[in-house]
């Protein structure tokens, strides 16, 4: 009695997590098109005069993490740049162009497998995530080109998008230096590692370049995912002084936004401000009328994905190469959406600082030994 | 730093820190009490941040400053309805308690997730427009040392969460309905042919915990992630009962061990700023719940020990 109970539990729970995920396919089947249809129409209005091309038969596929293509951040980025390379091509979704979405990490293997038998060309996995994947899959299909974004994958069917975070980080470290008040920055990251590092080292070289004496506090919160620590790090720093906080942490940043509204919120006058990672987070910063994000540092994961795209539709696909995207190649940016924050004053600045990295006046540190180099040099 | 600034620095984020954990810990007592294990506390937060962040969102122009408030109490109600899931598998069908609790915290976080995407088109939702701010608590605030200690710049939350342990502490030992709950959880048995029904206290209980967890979660997501993501509840609802256990069992006990948690948490990240505390790593002080609640299980720290009856399905007139 015991036994067939528990088998009847066993398949009603079966049964409902297959009416479950033969939902999932098919409603998203119908989001993803009529996403398409969406974009491809603005778009379309947008390049259709220039459309004049014939269409080019390279096939370009990509395999996201499991954010999935709307997810506002490099999926949806990358697609967009995918999306921008076929209406220049005459391409489109299903014509050339195509993306799978991962559901879990176990199926990124089978995503990018079934890229490769369709025939694709150039197979994109989005996100380091799937850089293990992406090894394995590239090594079965020697044939095959590929791309990994924010990771490295040796193989001479590979090429390895990369950003140059630090220059980025530099330069909204000069803005928080020409914001500060207090002379005290923060600077909050994720994981410690040599990733993170870029940012910390380049964000402390902008905010020294600017203003020496300007303190930065360092705190990491050893996690990509905890809003609480965030917060809670946050707290101290703006308790202490520190007026504008860079995050690089992910969701961890989540609380430092939370914190800085809080704040706000107790006191409309009170002056914090937080700077973004990866994409505009404008948004995450709105409190009533008034928004405590004051830039953001931009990784243009779309840039790079269509610049790689239409080197390989030329015939000229960066295999085995590992692409540094910079502030030459419009690879890293500045967002400048809060225009009452980020003032004209300000910018004005950072692009001279742009036009000193991309001259070669500066060379912006990425470790720490490069930074303590740096700094001995501003000394001087 | 002098020593009030530090302590001014630490209580606040310990208080916050907490306040989730408390809910969510009392939530597990009370399943745990009358004997049904419940891993399912992780799964139960997410449902309740998700529940807590889609009501926000979607009634923050209507219900203005109030939104926050009713969107902790729905997502209580739909947490505890979700927990009957839980507990017909473990209750009715006698199924593993264990295995049931961990198919809670896949299906609360895939739901969660899947119906984001449905209804929000994305990865994950934008920030709510009225989150949980913090206060300066009208006359206690004005108490001199103590009030700019503990009243000022808090969140009103925390506060809730202390009294709530406290009610949780009276319920289950002070009235003959929580004398019914644990004798339940101790030998159903002898509550049994005393007259209790012991599947509709369990079923009670369980839900209990559903709606606390709930409560734990939405609180969580309003004062501190602000949006639903698949990283807004990663391990709080395991630390929920790692304070259950460190606790032992007990509401009072479970709460100072969520305190403790938040006070560890706190002092971790404010280390560096203290002297004789900047030498020890951060690292450690991370670690000293999870530490902790190991020497707690191993007997270290006093003897932790379960309610006889906990994990264990009751099965009417069998000896």
């Given at each position: 009695m015991k036994k067939n109970r528990f088998l009847l539990l066993l398949t009603l729970l079966l049964a409902v997590g297959l009416v479950l995920s033969a939902c999932g396919s098919?409603?998203?089947?119908?989001?993803?098109?009529?996403?398409?249809?969406?974009?491809?129409?603005?778009?379309?209005?947008?390049?259709?005069?220039?459309?004049?091309?014939?269409?080019?038969?390279?096939?370009?596929?990509?395999?996201?993490?499991?954010?999935?293509?709307?997810?506002?951040?490099?999926?949806?980025?990358?697609?967009?740049?995918?999306?921008?390379?076929?209406?220049?091509?005459?391409?489109?979704?299903?014509?050339?162009?195509?993306y799978v979405q991962s559901e879990k990490d176990a199926d990124y293997l089978p995503n990018l497998t079934r890229l490769v038998q369709q025939d694709y060309d150039v197979v994109?996995?989005?996100?380091?995530?799937?850089?293990?994947?992406?090894?394995?899959?590239?090594?079965?299909?020697?044939?095959?080109?590929?791309?990994?974004?924010?990771?490295?994958?040796?193989?001479?069917?590979?090429?390895?998008?990369?950003?140059?975070?630090?220059?980025?980080?530099?330069?909204?470290?000069?803005?928080?230096?020409?914001?500060t008040e207090s002379k005290k920055v923060g600077f909050v990251g994720g994981v410690e590692g040599e990733l993170i590092k870029k940012f910390e080292a380049g964000f402390i070289a902008g905010v020294k370049s600017v203003d020496p004496s300007i303190d930065v506090t360092v705190q990491y919160a050893d996690s990509f995912g905890a809003p609480d620590?965030?917060?809670?790090?946050?707290?101290?720093?703006?308790?202490?002084?520190?007026?504008?906080?860079?995050?690089?942490?992910?969701?961890?940043?989540?609380?430092?936004?939370?914190?800085?509204?809080?704040?706000?919120?107790?006191?409309?006058?009170?002056?914090?401000?937080?700077i973004g990672v990866d994409r505009?987070?404008?948004?995450?910063?709105?409190?009533?009328?008034?928004?405590?994000?004051?830039?953001?540092?931009?990784?243009?994961?779309?840039?790079?994905?269509?610049?790689?795209?239409?080197?390989?539709?030329?015939?000229?696909?960066?295999?085995g190469e590992i692409l540094a995207f910079g502030i030459k190649e419009d690879g890293i940016g500045v967002a400048d959406t809060n225009k009452e924050a980020y003032t004209d004053e300000i910018d004005k600045v950072v692009q001279e600082y742009k036009e000193k990295i991309l001259n070669g006046e500066v060379t912006v540190p990425s470790t720490d030994e490069e930074l303590k180099t740096y700094l001995e040099s501003l000394e001087q | 730093m002098g020593?009030?600034?530090?302590?001014?620095?630490?209580?606040?984020?310990?208080?916050?820190?907490?306040?989730?954990?408390?809910?969510?810990?009392?939530?597990?007592?009370?399943?745990?009490?009358?004997?049904?294990?419940?891993?399912?506390?992780?799964?139960?937060?997410?449902?309740?941040?998700?529940?807590?962040?889609?009501?926000?969102?979607?009634?923050?122009?209507?219900?203005g400053?109030?939104?926050?408030?009713?969107?902790?109490?729905?997502?209580?109600?739909?947490?505890?309805?979700?927990?009957?899931?839980?507990?017909?598998?473990?209750?009715?069908?006698?199924?593993?308690?264990?295995?049931?609790?961990?198919?809670?915290?896949?299906?609360?976080?895939?739901?969660?997730?899947?119906l984001t995407k449905q209804w929000y088109g994305k990865g994950q939702t934008d920030m709510v427009s009225q989150p949980f701010y913090s206060t300066n608590i009208p006359v206690l605030s004005d108490i001199p040392i103590l009030g700019p200690l503990f009243f000022e710049r808090v969140y009103v939350t925390s506060y809730v969460a202390i009294l709530f342990a406290v009610i949780a502490w009276y319920i289950l030992y002070k009235t003959p309905f929580g004398l019914r709950l644990r004798s339940v959880g101790e030998h159903p048995m002898a509550a049994d042919t005393n007259g209790i029904n012991v599947y509709g206290m369990r079923y009670i209980a369980v839900m209990i915990s559903g709606a606390l967890g709930g409560l734990g979660g939405s609180v969580f997501a309003l004062t501190i992630a602000l949006n639903f993501?698949?990283?807004?509840?990663?391990g709080q609802g395991f630390m929920s009962l790692a304070a259950v256990i460190f606790g032992k069992w007990h509401p009072l006990g479970a709460m100072g061990a969520a305190l403790f948690f938040g006070f560890a948490q706190s002092l971790s990240i404010i280390s560096s700023g203290i002297p004789f505390l900047a030498d020890v790593p951060a690292i450690y002080l991370t670690i000293a719940p999870y530490v902790l609640t190991i020497l707690a299980l191993a007997g270290f720290i006093g003897r932790a020990e379960a309610p006889k009856a906990n994990g264990i399905p009751y099965i009417k007139g069998s000896r």
């Open positions: 098919s409603e998203e089947g119908d989001n993803a098109s009529d996403k398409s249809t969406d974009n491809g129409g603005t778009e379309g209005t947008d390049e259709g005069t220039e459309n004049t091309e014939e269409a080019s038969d390279i096939k370009v596929g990509m395999v996201t993490d499991i954010g999935g293509v709307d997810d506002k951040s490099f999926n949806q980025s990358a697609w967009e740049g995918l999306q921008a390379f076929a209406s220049e091509n005459g391409l489109s979704k299903g014509q050339g162009i195509d994109y996995g989005i996100g380091y995530l799937l850089a293990p994947a992406v090894e394995k899959v590239a090594e079965q299909n020697p044939d095959t080109n590929f791309a990994i974004v924010d990771s490295v994958v040796e193989a001479d069917n590979v090429a390895s998008i990369t950003f140059q975070e630090h220059q980025g980080s530099f330069l909204v470290g000069v803005a928080a230096a020409l914001k620590k965030g917060k809670a790090i946050a707290a101290n720093m703006y308790n202490s002084g520190v007026d504008v906080i860079y995050h690089s942490s992910g969701g961890t940043g989540n609380g430092v936004f939370a914190q800085a509204k809080d704040i706000k919120n107790a006191n409309p006058d009170a002056y914090v401000w937080v505009d987070q404008y948004e995450e910063g709105a409190i009533g009328d008034t928004n405590v994000t004051l830039t953001s540092m931009l990784k243009r994961v779309d840039v790079a994905v269509k610049t790689v795209a239409q080197q390989a539709a030329d015939g000229e696909f960066p295999g | 020593f009030f600034e530090i302590l001014q620095s630490i209580i606040p984020i310990a208080l916050f820190y907490s306040a989730p954990l408390i809910f969510t810990a009392l939530g597990g007592v009370f399943s745990e009490r009358s004997g049904v294990i419940n891993i399912g506390l992780e799964g139960l937060m997410v449902m309740g941040a998700f529940v807590g962040i889609v009501f926000n969102l979607t009634f923050a122009d209507t219900l400053k109030a939104t926050p408030w009713v969107a902790i109490v729905v997502a209580m109600v739909v947490s505890a309805l979700f927990s009957l899931i839980h507990a017909v598998a473990a209750i009715s069908f006698r199924a593993d308690q264990t295995v049931s609790g961990v198919a809670i915290n896949f299906l609360a976080l895939g739901l969660g997730l899947f993501s698949h990283a807004t509840i990663v």
